[in-house]
């Protein structure tokens, strides 16, 4: 362990002092940058087996944000970057991948709920931003931003992926990039739109200055963008600066605190030259995966098996699996399907064909025949992306089975 610890350490300081690799990397497409990437994570993740154990957190479900957030955090540089396993306390399924899925999918759910106070929806993108006010919610919020930044890097190191997106502002900001002008309107159309006005027009007689006012529990509270900004009074002349405050101020000085701890976390486990390659879409694409899923590519790469293996596609259970799937179910569906197959509700940012299972191999989606009378109801093996499909005598019948196996799903029924 001491030799890995000092090989990779030369090999991040060869990145830091010669930057010419990562500018060479930074031009290629990205399914290569992505392969270049998951060989650093070779590199940089400590394996099972090499003579240090997998690190293992036990988690009550009904705890699962405070047991995660005492046992993530109590753990130093080197132990998370070793395989994390995870443990649900009182359920007796072993984790070789699967459980860790789920539990990256259900803690960064209540990372992200606005109820927990951390982040807020954007009302234009959808995706989650930092709350300004999160430190009202909660006292500790830092602490927890900084632990949220964990998660998120160990997402990308486990390979995982989240239903959810990220904001472009803290994309950037972990990519060490300029939040610009015009992704503001991805960010605040609203104010986007003010500002181009602004921008186009003359303020000579609007009255600004150089603050700015903000909602706060229902009181409104107005912030000097520089010192003594409320006296300083904006004009055609310097309404440019008045722009770049307004947009500093947007994306990162109502929350700079909050992104450096999410940022200091974040690199507690993958230094940032590993993912300094990547623009903010292509980083959006590794945490949250393909959002809509695509059917027939999920089609093409499934391999069939045990009475299913001669026909395939055309065995009268399997047309009638992708009927339900195209024509029945709704996109929610599709995704807790999926969920329930394979332990994530994304598809990786290659497709379907980049599906892996617990050991880092691909791994197909798999379809396996099941006697009705021994498994009356679909049932997954998420560690393999096994799912074993009884064969039902209706359409009707297959339906209810899916339906029942995955509102299931949730509490752990139908899962190995």
């Keep these: 362990p001491e030799n890995s610890c000092l090989e990779e350490e030369d090999w991040l300081k060869s990145l830091r002092s010669d930057p010419s690799p990562l500018i060479e990397i930074s031009m290629k497409p990205f399914w290569q940058k992505h392969v270049w990437l998951l060989n650093q994570f070779r590199l940089l993740q400590l394996p099972h087996g090499a003579g240090l154990e997998a690190m293992r957190i036990e988690i009550r479900r009904d705890h699962l944000l405070e047991d995660s957030f005492s046992q993530v955090m109590s753990m130093k540089m080197g132990e998370l970057r070793r395989w994390l396993r995870v443990q649900f306390v009182g359920e007796s399924g072993i984790d070789a991948g699967g459980i860790e899925r789920e539990w990256f999918a259900l803690v960064s759910k209540s990372l992200l709920d606005p109820q927990t106070g951390l982040f807020l929806i954007e009302k234009d993108s959808g995706a989650f931003g930092i709350n300004p006010s999160s430190g009202v919610a909660n006292e500790m919020h830092l602490e927890y931003f900084r632990f949220a930044g964990r998660i998120l890097a160990n997402l990308l190191l486990e ?83 008045y722009l770049k405050q307004i947009l500093q101020n947007r994306v990162l000085g109502r929350v700079e605190a909050q992104i450096w701890y999410l940022a200091f976390g974040f690199y507690e486990v993958i230094p940032p030259q590993l993912i300094s390659v990547f623009d903010y879409c292509e980083l959006s694409h590794l945490i949250s995966g393909i959002q809509e899923i695509d059917v027939e590519d999920w089609k093409e790469n499934t391999s069939y098996h045990g009475e299913y293996r001669f026909a395939k596609e055309k065995h009268p259970n399997i047309v009638t699996f992708w009927k339900i799937i195209e024509e029945e179910f709704t996109g929610e569906e599709r995704s807790r399907l999926l969920q329930f197959v394979t332990g994530s509700s994304c598809v990786p940012p290659h497709g379907f064909k980049a599906l892996q299972s617990n050991d880092g191999q691909f791994r197909k989606f798999n379809i396996w025949s099941a006697n009705k009378i021994e498994t009356p109801l679909p049932k997954a093996h998420t560690c393999f992306n096994k799912l074993d499909l009884p064969i039902y005598e209706s359409k009707t019948d297959l339906l209810n089975g899916l339906i029942t196996a995955i509102s299931f799903a949730s509490v752990g029924f139908g899962i190995d």
């Design 159 to 241: 390979q995982a992926s989240i239903p959810y997106l990220i904001s472009i502002s803290i994309l950037k900001h972990l990519l060490g990039s300029p939040v610009s002008f015009s992704d503001l309107e991805l960010i605040d159309s609203e104010l986007f739109k003010h500002l181009c006005w602004i921008k186009n027009n003359s303020v000579e007689n609007l009255g600004l200055s150089f603050t700015v006012a903000s909602e706060h529990f229902g009181a409104m509270e107005v912030t000097d963008l520089i010192e003594g900004g409320s006296l300083v009074s904006v004009t055609d002349q310097n309404k440019d600066d």
